[in-house]
C-alpha cells in the first residue's frame, strides 16, 4: 500500500469519526443555545471553556502531538518498537506529572486568567465572578485531554487512528447528559455543563486504553522517568506551542477584543466558529492528522521524492474538499445558522449577527485547512522555528487588523481580521518551504486549486439558484428548513462532482475509491 493511499483511508477514518463527532456536537451547541442563547450565562462559560481548551490546542494537540509523533516515528523506525515505547512511557509519566501541576497553577490563578483573557468581563462583577468560578472548575480538564493528546501520537504512528478521533464524541455525550440531567436542579445551570466537560475527559482517556494494550504499548510497565528522547521532544514543543496553534491564538485574541464590544458578540464567534470547524475539522484536520505519520517516517527513512509527492497529495485532497465547503457555508450561511440553532431564547437578530460572522470566517477556511498541511510538513522535518517566526508574524496582523476593524464591523471585523491573519500566515510558510525544500510541485498545486475555485464557483451559483426555489424564508417549521437545506446541500454536492469529472479531477477519483472502501 503507497503512503498516498494509507493517507487517504487514514483521512476517512478520522474523517468520519470526526464527522460523527461534530454531528453530537452541533446537538450539544443547540441544546445549550435553547438552554442559554447568547448572554451572560453562555459568554461566561465558552471564555471560561476557552480557556482550558485552549491549553489543550497549545500545549497537547497543538504541540506535543507534532512534536511526539516525528521523534516516536524516528525511534520505531531506527532503534525497534521497544525501545520506541520505552519512550512512550517515559513521555507519560513526565507529562502526567506537568499536567498535574499545570491544573493546580491555573486553579490559583483563575482570576488574573478571565482578566487577560476577557477584560472586558470586568465591567460586569457578576459575569467576571461566574467566569472565574467556571474556570476553576474546569481547569482539570487539561489534565486528562493532555494524556488523551499523547495517547494519540502513539496510535497514530501505529496505523491506529478510529479512538482518538471518535474521543471528542464522549465529551459531547457527557455535556448533553449533564445538561439535560444536572442543569435544571443547580441554582447556577451553566454549572451542569462544567460537570460534563470533567466527566468528558475522563471518559476520552478511557477510551484509548484497550487500543493501546491491544498494540503492546502497556504503560504500567518499569521505565526510567527520563528518557533521552523527551529532549529532543521538548525542544520541538517548545516553539510548536506557537506555530501549531497560531489559529487558536488568533481566536483568543478575537475573544479578548469581543469582549469589549456588545454584550453577546462572544456568542455569536462562538457559533460561527463551531460552524466553520465543521469541515475544517471533517476534511483539513482529519488529512493533516492522518499525513503527518507518514510525513515523519519518510523523513526518517530519507525518501524525499515520496516526502514531496505525499505533501502535494494532501494539499490537493484539502483543497478540492475546503473550497466547495467554503462557497456553500457562504452562499447558505443564514438558512444553516436558523436551521441548527434558532430555537429558545436563540431569536431571529441572533441568527443574522452570527450569519455576519460565519461570513467573514469563511473567507479563511481555504487558509485554514492549507496552513495544517504545511505546518505539518515542517514538524515532519523537525523544524519548529519556522513555523513560530510565521506564527508572530501573523499574530501581530491578527491584533491590528481586529483593533481597526472592530470599529465599522464590530464582531464581523474580529473574524475577518482572523481569515486575514490566516492567510498571511500561510503565503509565509509556503515561501520559507519552498525555500527550504526547493520545489515541491506548487504549479501542480495551483493548477489543482484552479480547477476546485472554478467548480466551486460555478456550484455556488447551482446552490444559490436552488435555494430560493426550496428553502422558506421566515419563520417555517424546523422540518421545511431542514428539507430545503438538505436538498440545496444534495444538489450543490451533485453539481461539484459532475464538474469534477468535466474538469477532470484526479481527487474525485481518489475521493470515490476511498468512500468505496
Known sequence: M??????????????????????????RDV???GFFGAGLA??????????????????????????????????????????AFRLARSAMRMLSVILAATA?????????????????????????????????????????????????????????????????????????A??????????????????????????????????????????????KLYHPGLKRIGLLMLPAVFGAAVYQINMVIGTLLASLLPEGSVSYLYYADRLVQ??????????????????????????????????????????????PAMVGLIVLREPIVSLLFKRGAFDAATVRLTAVALLYYCFGLWAFSAVRIVVSMFYALQDTKTPVKMAVVSIAVNVVLGIVLM?????????????????????????????????????????SAGRSVAASLLMGGAVWGVSALIIPRGNHASLQLLMGVTGTVAAGVTVYAVLGYIFGSPELGRLVKALRK
Open 407 to 447: 470599529g465599522p464591523l464590530k464582531h464581523g471585523g474580529l473574524a475577518l481580521a482572523t481569515s486575514l491573519a490566516s492567510t498571511v500566515n500561510l503565503l509565509l510558510l509556503i515561501w520559507a518551504l519552498r525555500r527550504k525544500i526547493g520545489m515541491l510541485g506548487w504549479r501542480n498545486i495551483m493548477v
Open 278 to 323: 465543521f469541515p475544517l475539522g471533517i476534511f483539513a484536520i482529519a488529512t493533516a492528522t492522518a499525513v503527518l505519520p507518514s510525513l515523519s517516517k519518510q523523513v526518517a527513512e530519507d525518501d524525499f521524492d515520496g516526502l514531496r509527492e505525499t505533501f502535494c497529495h494532501a494539499i490537493n485532497f484539502v483543497f478540492f474538499i475546503t473550497i
Open 178 to 223: 449533564s445538561m439535560l440531567l444536572l442543569s435544571p436542579h443547580l441554582s447556577r445551570p451553566v454549572f451542569g455543563l462544567a460537570v460534563g466537560v470533567l466527566l468528558g475527559g475522563l471518559l476520552q482517556l478511557l477510551l484509548q486504553i484497550p487500543f493501546l494494550i491491544k498494540n503492546g504499548v502497556l504503560f504500567w510497565k518499569k521505565t
Open 42 to 83: 453562555s459568554d461566561a462559560f465558552f471564555v471560561a471553556f476557552r480557556i482550558p481548551n485552549l491549553l489543550r490546542r497549545l500545549f497537547a494537540e497543538g504541540s506535543l502531538t507534532v512534536a511526539f509523533i516525528p521523534v516516536f516515528s524516528e525511534y520505531l523506525t531506527r532503534h525497534g518498537r521497544e525501545e
Open 104 to 176: 493546580v497553577v491555573g486553579i490559583v490563578a483563575a482570576p488574573l486568567i478571565v482578566h487577560i483573557i476577557a477584560p472586558g468581563f470586568t465591567d460586569s462583577p457578576e459575569k467576571y465572578r461566574l467566569c472565574v468560578d467556571l474556570t476553576r472548575f474546569m481547569f482539570p480538564y487539561i489534565f486528562f485531554i493532555g494524556l488523551v493528546a499523547l495517547c494519540m501520537g502513539v496510535l497514530n504512528v501505529l496505523g491506529h487512528f478510529a479512538a482518538p478521533a471518535l474521543a471528542p464524541v464522549f465529551l459531547n455525550l457527557a455535556m448533553i
Open 2 to 27: 503507497t503512503e498516498n493511499t494509507k493517507v487517504t483511508r487514514a483521512a476517512g477514518v478520522v474523517g468520519a469519526a470526526t464527522f460523527l463527532s461534530r454531528i453530537f456536537g452541533f446537538i
Open 31 to 33: 441544546v445549550i443555545a
